[in-house]
């Protein structure tokens, strides 16, 4: 089954503790991205990777950064936490950048930082 | 820049027809998507239009697209219980970050 994994769905932790959020997709797309979704704010992109070593930043990149060293997976990583990260995060992927294809969701990480 | 706009909250008895509007300010858009989000649960593809389009139906799903005006509407026939959601509504436009541009969501709510 095609699809977008990410790991762990919900997460609690505390400020300054370093964490990552695996994302993971199966159907050897090219682009994958991170957003983050806040309540009244909708949905807003992190990071961006278009291909294998290739990332950018998106348009709330700041306290994040991302890796893309094989194809299928896109971790997110908080090297310090604070309060403010508290939100709901989604790992997307699609083919390859540019193109008519929607972008796949995955189910979401749920995290609170104390 | 991007914006897109859609009221928070929209209710609708059980039966009627939900009208979701949506604007959006850049005209270079290529893609229109509405994505519906339930309760816990990951962002779903609901449809999408391509911005030479001006409408598009799916069973009880209706799309409209007034480029002109830069509106987008979906509009769900016999709303159901299970339509309780929050849609959202994003365009693409390809090129730069190549992400998706949401709106805020409208948190649609049946009333029996």
């Known amino acids: 089954e095609a699809q977008v994994t990410q790991n762990p769905r919900y997460l609690i932790t505390v400020t300054g503790k370093k964490l990552t959020v695996t994302c993971s997709q199966n159907m050897n797309h090219e682009y994958m991205s991170w957003y983050r979704q806040d309540p009244g704010l909708g949905l807003r992109q992190i990071y961006y990777?278009?291909?294998?070593?290739?990332?950018d930043k998106g348009d709330v990149p700041e306290g994040y950064k991302v890796s893309r060293k094989e194809k299928r997976n896109f971790p997110l990583i908080l090297e310090s936490p604070s309060p403010n990260q508290t939100s709901l995060y989604f790992c997307?992927?699609?083919?390859?950048?540019?193109?008519?294809?929607?972008?796949?969701f995955g189910p979401g990480t749920r995290l609170l930082v104390l | 820049g991007e914006d897109v706009e859609q009221s928070l909250f929209l209710s609708v008895r059980e039966g009627d027809s939900s009208v979701i509007n949506c604007t959006y300010t850049d005209s270079s858009s290529t893609y229109l998507y509405w994505y519906k989000q339930e309760p816990g649960a990951g962002l779903q593809l609901l449809t999408y239009?391509?911005?030479?389009?001006d409408m598009k139906q799916d069973q009880r799903l209706t799309v409209l697209l007034n480029k002109k005006d830069k509106h987008l509407s979906l509009r769900i026939a016999d709303t159901q219980t299970g339509d309780s959601a929050i849609y959202f509504c994003a365009e693409s436009i390809g090129g730069g970050a190549d992400g998706l541009t949401f709106g805020k969501g409208t948190h649609l709510i049946i009333q029996p």
């Open positions: 997307a992927s699609k083919p390859y950048m540019g193109g008519d294809e929607t972008q796949y």
């Open positions: 239009i391509f911005s030479n389009m």
């Open positions: 990777s278009m291909n294998v070593e290739v990332t």
